[in-house]
C-alpha cells in the first residue's frame, strides 16, 4: 500500500519520522491529489474505511475531501512511525497534529481553499510562511487553537481546534452531516481545487480561476466536454473514473 501512495504523489525521498519527511510529504500529496466534492455533489456515499479511501485516491485516481485526504495522510504518517493525533477542528473538519522531536505541528492536506501546503509549527504568535502565503496561531479567549490566513487586510480565521484526540465515530458522524445534508456546501456545486508552489487552480460550478504568482486568470466552462477536459488538464481526473 505505501509504495503505491508514494508512487502517487510522486515521492521518493527519505521516511524516517521527520520534520523534513513530513514537509516532503506533505507538500508531496497536495500538490499531486486535489481536493474534490464530485462525489458528494452527485449524490454519492463517502466511506472513511482506510481500504477504501486508498482505493479512490490512490488506485483509481481520484481526490477527496478532509475526512478523505487527512485520513489517508494520517494512516501514512502512522504506518512510517509518526506519532499522530486525528482532530476534529471548527466547520466539521478533520486536521492532524504530528509530534516530533518534542514539538508539534499541524498537518492538513485537505482542506480545500487556502488551506496550507506544508505543515506548520503549533507556536502562537509566530508568522510562518509557506510558498505564497503566512499564516499564524492565535489562542482565542476559549483557549482554543486559531489558525489565521494573511491577507491584505491582515490576519483572517480559517478554523479553530483544541488538541483533544477524537475517535473515529467523531468522524463518521461529520462526514455524513457533511456529505448529505442539504445545507452543506458540497451538496450545492462541484469543487475541485489544488495548490501549485507559485498558486493555486480551482474549479468552482462552471468557473475556472487560475492563480500564479499574484496574477489570476478566470474563464467561464461551457458544456460538459470542456467541464471534463479541465479536470483532466489541471487536476489529472478522468471522468471515466468519476
Known amino acids: 500500500m505505501l509504495h503505491k501512495y508514494l508512487e502517487r504523489i510522486g515521492y521518493a525521498g527519505a521516511l524516517t519520522p521527520t520534520y523534513d519527511t513530513l514537509y516532503a510529504l506533505h507538500t508531496a500529496h497536495v500538490f499531486s491529489i486535489p481536493f474534490e466534492n464530485l462525489d458528494v455533489y452527485n449524490g454519492g456515499t463517502i466511506s472513511l474505511s482506510t481500504d477504501a479511501i486508498f482505493d479512490k485516491l490512490v ?121 448529505t445534508h442539504p445545507a452543506s456546501f458540497f451538496k450545492t456545486l462541484p469543487f475541485i481545487t489544488m495548490p501549485t508552489p507559485t498558486g493555486r487552480i480551482t474549479l468552482t460550478g462552471r468557473h475556472l480561476k487560475i492563480s500564479e504568482n499574484g496574477a489570476i486568470t478566470e474563464r467561464e466552462i461551457f458544456g460538459d466536454a470542456e467541464f471534463s477536459a479541465y479536470l483532466s488538464e489541471h487536476f489529472g481526473l478522468e471522468q471515466s473514473a468519476i
Open 59 to 179: 488506485t483509481r485516481k481520484r481526490g477527496g475531501y478532509c475526512f478523505e485526504m487527512n485520513g489517508l495522510f494520517s494512516a501514512v504518517l502512522e504506518k512510517l512511525g509518526f506519532k499522530v493525533r486525528n482532530l476534529l477542528a471548527s466547520k466539521l473538519h478533520q486536521v492532524l497534529c504530528v509530534e516530533i522531536d518534542g514539538r508539534e505541528y499541524l498537518a492538513d492536506v485537505g482542506y480545500g481553499n487556502e488551506g496550507i501546503a506544508a505543515p506548520l509549527l503549533l507556536e502562537p504568535g509566530t508568522e510562518q510562511d509557506r510558498f505564497l502565503d503566512t499564516y499564524r496561531f492565535i489562542k482565542n479567549e476559549n483557549s482554543k487553537w486559531v489558525l489565521e490566513r494573511k491577507t491584505g487586510g491582515g490576519f483572517v480565521p480559517m478554523y479553530e481546534f483544541t488538541l483533544e484526540t477524537c475517535e473515529p465515530l467523531d468522524f463518521e458522524i461529520a462526514n455524513h452531516y457533511t456529505a
